[in-house]
């Protein structure tokens, strides 16, 4: 054995010093410059101490527990009990014995996946620290008396929003991998991370939105939504794109994707090897998609009623145009769905039949059980909402991306707190993402009408409650044969509440059953072989979606080639291709079309 040089080792330990010094030292710097750019941001602007009205909602929270201090005194009680009790099992495997864990992770939280968290016992007993306070602060605010439904899933939901904003994982001094980063780049993590957090506060001017992947990395056009096509038609509203074939022939009717307008309509178009545009064409469809505006304030007057009739009957008119086809079939995706089966209810109610079958792609349409999206539609907040789209003529993309970011903090905001600014690493490039920060902005005449008659009164399913076009519109009316896709694990459109859709219309319904969530339970290409999805062909009526997945069959794999059996029936028969370069409409410019390319606008500061 070689016995090292005392002097060398202390040289080593001394350029480590130094630059361990040097990099805090930036780290100061920075970290002043950090917090003059936040109060520079914010000497504009008007700050709501309150912005999501939830302090009321914790105050009658407080009343109501204090009204019963013997429950208060039970509960206090138990988590001082679960305390002895992680300390005794910490005492047991200091001294070599075997203890099982208080507290686990729940099955998908990645939080606690280094092993330091299990195997270290200082770590082990952080985190089930963490677990056991967190878990009890949520049962007890959930165990509260007295509380109205809304005031009760607004607490719950708030306090899962504390309780992840204080895991471990997101600080320095407690997570693990953190700490080993810091020491082996003697601190160059954290001057990178603020790097990074600075950059963030700079093009969020003041808003601090962690970047969820490599922006530089994709070019709408050129790396992804990239499937051949031209637009045949656009207006002020929306370009529609009609797609070229892969076939030498076609079905007969064409078919149209409306996409949700609160995002952009290239999630079904991200790559070759996951679009289900190019999937869908290889099949013989003639595929046609509305690609909407991204609004800024010269579309504030645009209304609900504009996205159908500038959106959908606008597009029925140019395809008609363009092939000469009157009946089409089409698909409704999440809220493009919402506004499709508004559609068809008035054109059963004008006695038309233009589209033929229908597609509901994480639709809902009764919002009775709408999930965690509900706690953002209550009275104060939406009157919030409202005056802020009327200061600026719309609803900047941003706000509606955070809101959706936080029924996911932990994987859509806590991950990249950790990775971009703790660990000081780049984010990934990773398409699906890209298009997650690729907001659009709301007109705010049609997002104040869809939240307070969709989500707050939920008309659409009352027959008659609501009025398109002059005409008093009821979805039972509508007789078409629909298909019902849900996933399990939407936390956008529960697949409870997507279910109801199939006894909302009068015409026959199927119901299919996809795993994983809003968007990979969409887009799951048949090439990938992942997830699975449930079918059930028995010709009974049931009340709940739980009670037709309790007869369903489960199958591996992607349910496009079901829903393709589905629709190919009812899409006619054969005819030659189309090219949308060829058809009667001149076309206006290659496919993606220039709406999809521009970037959401942001709101101008106010004096």
């Keep these: 054995m070689q016995n090292s040089d005392p002097t060398e080792n202390s040289k080593e330990i001394i350029d480590n010093s130094q630059e361990f010094a040097e990099n805090f030292a930036k780290i100061a710097v920075q970290s002043q410059e950090i917090v003059t750019e936040f109060l520079n941001s914010q000497k504009t602007k008007d700050v709501d101490?309150?912005?999501?009205?939830?302090?009321?909602?914790?105050?009658?929270?407080?009343?109501?527990?204090?009204?019963?201090?013997?429950?208060?005194?039970?509960?206090?009680?138990?988590?001082?009990k679960n305390y002895l009790d992680l300390w005794q099992n910490a005492a047991l495997r200091a001294s070599g014995k075997e203890a099982d864990p208080l507290a686990t992770p729940q099955a998908g939280d990645k939080r606690f996946k280094s092993e330091e968290w299990s195997k270290n016992q200082v770590?082990?007993?952080?985190?089930?620290?963490?677990?056991?306070?967190?878990?009890?602060?949520?049962?007890?605010?959930?165990?509260?008396?007295?509380?109205?439904?809304?005031?009760?899933?607004?607490?719950?939901?708030?306090?899962?929003?504390?309780?992840?904003?204080?895991?471990?994982?997101?600080?320095?001094?407690?997570?693990?991998?953190?700490?080993?980063?810091?020491?082996?780049?003697?601190?160059?993590?954290?001057?990178?991370?603020?790097?990074?957090?600075?950059d963030d506060l700079k093009r969020g001017k003041g808003q601090l939105s962690p970047k969820m992947t490599d922006e530089t990395a994709f070019e709408v056009g050129k790396n992804i939504a990239v499937s051949p096509g031209k637009v045949v038609f656009e207006n002020d509203l929306m370009q529609l794109l009609q797609f070229s074939p892969s076939t030498k022939t076609v079905y007969k009717k064409p078919l149209l994707i409306t996409p949700p307008w609160i995002n952009k309509f290239y999630i079904l178009d991200l790559k070759k090897e996951n679009s289900f545009i190019k999937w869908s064409?290889?099949?013989?469809?003639?595929?046609?998609?509305?690609?909407?505006v991204n609004p800024d304030e010269r579309h504030r007057e645009k209304t609900f009623e504009s996205y159908m009739s500038e959106g959908i009957l606008a597009a029925l008119d140019a395809i008609e145009a363009t092939t000469g086809e009157r009946?089409?079939?089409?698909?409704?995706?999440?809220?493009?769905?919402?506004?499709?089966?508004?559609?068809?209810?008035?054109?059963?109610?004008?006695?038309?039949?233009?589209?033929?079958?229908?597609?509901?792609?994480?639709?809902?349409?009764?919002?009775e059980d709408a999930g965690d999206l509900l706690i953002f539609t209550d009275e104060e907040q939406i009157q919030m909402i409202e005056r802020k789209m009327e200061e600026t003529g719309f609803l900047e993309g941003r706000d509606m991306a955070a809101a959706f970011n936080m029924l996911r903090s932990n994987d859509l905001i806590w991950s990249f707190v950790i990775n971009n600014y703790l660990l000081g690493k780049s984010p990934f490039p990773f398409d699906l993402l890209y298009w997650n920060s690729d907001t659009t902005n709301m007109p705010p005449k049609m997002h104040s009408y869809y939240l307070r008659n969709m989500y707050q009164k939920n008309l659409l399913q009352k027959p008659g409650a609501l009025t398109l076009g002059g005409q008093p519109i009821d979805l039972g009316k509508v007789t078409i044969p629909i298909f019902v896709q849900a996933s399990k694990e939407d936390h956008i459109a529960p697949f409870g509440s997507v279910f109801k859709n199939t006894t909302l219309f009068s015409g026959p319904a199927v119901f299919m059953l996809a795993g994983s969530g809003h968007i990979a339970g969409v887009i799951n290409?048949?090439?990938?072989?992942?997830?699975?999805?449930?079918?059930?062909?028995?010709?009974?009526?049931?009340?709940?979606?739980?009670?037709?997945?309790?007869?369903?069959?489960?199958?591996?794999?992607?349910?496009?080639?079901?829903?393709?059996?589905?629709?190919?029936?009812?899409?006619?028969?054969?005819?030659?291709a189309r090219d949308p370069s060829k058809g009667k409409l001149k076309a206006i410019e290659d496919a993606p079309g220039s709406y999809v390319k521009v970037r959401a606008k942001s709101a101008k500061p106010t004096d």
């Excluded at 914790?58 to 009204?67: D, L, S």
């Excluded at 109610?349 to 809902?364: L, N, V, W, Y």
């Design 49 to 80: 101490p309150d912005p999501l009205n939830i302090g009321k909602a914790f105050m009658e929270m407080t009343t109501k527990m204090m009204a019963d201090p013997a429950k208060i005194l039970e509960a206090q009680t138990t988590l001082w």
């Design 123 to 198: 770590f082990d007993y952080i985190k089930q620290s963490y677990l056991l306070t967190s878990n009890w602060l949520q049962d007890t605010v959930a165990d509260v008396d007295g509380l109205d439904d809304q005031t009760r899933k607004k607490i719950d939901f708030y306090t899962k929003q504390y309780t992840d904003a204080l895991s471990p994982t997101n600080f320095f001094w407690s997570n693990p991998d953190v700490l080993k980063k810091t020491m082996e780049s003697k601190g160059e993590n954290l001057v990178t991370g603020l790097e990074n957090m600075l």
């Design 281 to 292: 064409v290889d099949q013989g469809y003639t595929v046609f998609v509305i690609s909407w």
């Design 327 to 367: 009946e089409v079939t089409a698909i409704g995706y999440c809220i493009g769905g919402t506004l499709m089966a508004s559609t068809l209810a008035y054109l059963a109610a004008i006695g038309e039949e233009r589209i033929t079958a229908c597609t509901f792609f994480a639709t809902q349409l009764d919002f």
């Design 525 to 576: 290409h048949p090439d990938a072989k992942k997830y699975q999805h449930w079918t059930n062909t028995k010709k009974k009526k049931y009340e709940t979606a739980d009670d037709w997945l309790a007869d369903a069959t489960e199958h591996p794999g992607s349910w496009w080639p079901y829903w393709d059996k589905w629709l190919s029936k009812k899409s006619g028969p054969k005819v030659p």
